[in-house]
């Protein structure tokens, strides 16, 4: 079984910077994406990035220009850098990770918190 593990949510004031971090609890597997996504209250939850495993790399409207994904393949580790932070994106952000672990998986991790105060 796969495990995430997010850590770097907090509190900032609007126009600060926050970054996150997921790792898998296993390195030895294979991750073909990850990403992040967000479930702000009352609403469902969306796509804020993803990248592959060729660091190719995708953006919500949103976030795009503000948001940066990035990862490092040999610690199965993924990165969201968010700067220019808003009080809208304000959510708990869930990192995902789909690869294959003795069979495919798709794992999510417990999701951190993240507040934009303005």
């Known amino acids: 079984q796969v495990h995430l593990v997010e850590s770097g949510g907090g509190l900032v004031q609007a126009g600060g910077s926050l970054r996150l971090s997921c790792v898998a609890s296993r390195n030895t597997i294979q991750i073909n994406t990850m990403g992040w996504y967000r479930q702000a209250p009352g609403k469902q939850r969306e796509l804020v990035a993803t990248?592959?495993?060729?660091?190719?790399?995708n953006y919500s409207e949103s976030v795009r220009g503000r948001f940066t994904i990035s990862r490092d393949g040999t610690k199965n580790t993924v990165y969201l850098q968010m700067n220019s932070l808003k009080p809208e994106d304000t959510a708990v952000y869930y990192c995902n990770a789909e690869g294959y672990y003795y069979g495919d998986f798709d794992a999510w991790g417990q999701g951190t918190q993240v507040t934009v105060s303005s």
């Open positions: 990248i592959s495993s060729s660091d190719s790399t």
